[in-house]
């Protein structure tokens, strides 16, 4: 298991610092990992998916959602409480 990322660079800890949030991209656990990478990619080949995202936690999903949808200048309404 690759639990660690390690960077023979402070230059290299750099540069995947700055494309962390790009698919592949080792930087720390919380962005993903090649195991996290790899998944992604197979769950997505076996759902004939375009593409698959996981996250940390159920609650980080709803964000993820939403962002997938709202764009700037967009209004969302909701509801404080049921």
Request: aromatic content about 8%; hydrophobic content about 45%.
């Amino acid at each position: 298991m690759d639990w660690t990322i390690v960077f023979d660079t402070l230059q290299a800890f750099e540069a995947a610092r700055c494309a962390r949030y790009e698919t592949g991209t080792p930087y720390c656990g919380r962005y993903g990992k090649a195991a996290t990478a790899e998944l992604e990619h197979m769950l997505a080949a076996l759902h004939h998916a375009h593409g698959v995202r996981l996250t940390s936690s159920g609650v980080a999903v709803i964000p993820l959602a939403l962002l997938t949808f709202v764009r700037p200048g967009s209004h969302l309404l909701v509801a404080g409480h049921v």
